[in-house]
């Protein structure tokens, strides 16, 4: 049975620990709510004054990725670190993370 290991408030992840006698392992699950990231992404996104503000200034904002989302392409092998990943990283996030 897993019980709580630690609770971060500033990035919403949440860790529980468990251990497996049968295996003799230790484990760690790490979950996120993203639901109050992802409305906000909603708003920036359908806010036309802060994307016509991003060409002004020659740039615009494509992606905000919170860490469970980054765990889940790291298992993935996508590194967002990794500029030679760009391609790839694109793709999962227009496939598989639309918000």
């Not at 200034?57 to 469970?68: F, G, L, M, T």
């Not at 590194?79 to 030679?84: M, T």
Request: proline residues 7%; negative net charge.
């Amino acid at each position: 049975m897993a019980i709580l290991f630690d609770k971060d408030p500033v990035t919403g992840l949440t860790q529980y620990y468990d251990y497996d006698p049968l295996k003799d392992e230790h484990l760690i699950h790490t979950v996120q709510d993203p639901t109050a990231l992802i409305e906000q992404l909603k708003q920036i996104r359908n806010n036309p004054e802060l994307w016509n503000k991003g060409v002004k200034e020659s740039w615009a904002h494509y992606a905000s990725i919170p860490p469970i989302v980054e765990m889940q392409l790291k298992a993935k092998g996508i590194d967002i670190y990794n500029k030679d990943q760009t391609k790839e990283l694109l793709k999962e996030i227009n496939t598989n993370y639309p918000w």
